[in-house]
């Protein structure tokens, strides 16, 4: 996908930036970490805070709103999320065939707590952690190269590091 779109997804990139990694993703969940850790303690879940749009189940909407109030700058909910030597970068899509339309949103590697790959029987998904404990679940969209994402941003944050 990268390579097919590397105008439109390189051409908001700062001077000296470098796209690392990128592919479509569709939200499949919001929430905070800390209503999940509750969750798990045994609470009741109508006690811990958590919204409907946490749920897998719960309409696009609610979950694109949870996120947005959580701190994600969604552009919607299906997106493209991509990872530079800076920072993790956000495009909106087109309607159809969901192509890279223009960078709405980054988030600076100082704000993104954790990218991790989360693997489930047919699907490959990514969890974005924020330094706060806002968390989404975004679901690959026509790949199966999310991974890919996660270790670009991984590799980015050790090598700003040393």
């Known amino acids: 996908m990268r390579r097919r779109h590397a105008e439109q997804l390189e051409r908001d990139l700062d001077e000296g930036e470098m796209l ?17 850790v509750a969750s798990a303690r045994g609470r009741d879940r109508a006690h811990t805070g958590t919204p409907l749009a946490t749920r897998r189940l ?3 909407h609610l979950k694109l709103s949870t996120a947005r109030q959580l701190g994600f700058p969604l552009p919607g909910w299906i997106f493209v999320l991509g990872v530079s030597n800076r920072r993790v970068l956000l495009w909106r899509t087109s309607p159809m065939l969901a192509a890279p339309h223009s960078l709405a949103a980054s988030l600076p590697f100082d704000q993104v707590a954790a990218l991790r790959g989360l693997r ?4 490959t998904r990514l969890s974005i952690v924020l ?10 969209l026509w790949s199966r190269h999310l991974a890919d994402v996660a270790t670009a941003f991984d590799d980015a944050r050790a090598a700003r590091r040393s």
């Open 20 to 36: 690392l990694a990128a592919n479509r993703v569709v939200l499949v969940s919001a929430s905070s970490v800390a209503n999940l």
């Open 120 to 123: 489930r029987l047919g699907a």
């Open 58 to 60: 719960a309409p696009r």
């Open 131 to 140: 330094d706060g404990g806002a968390m989404v679940v975004v679901q690959a």
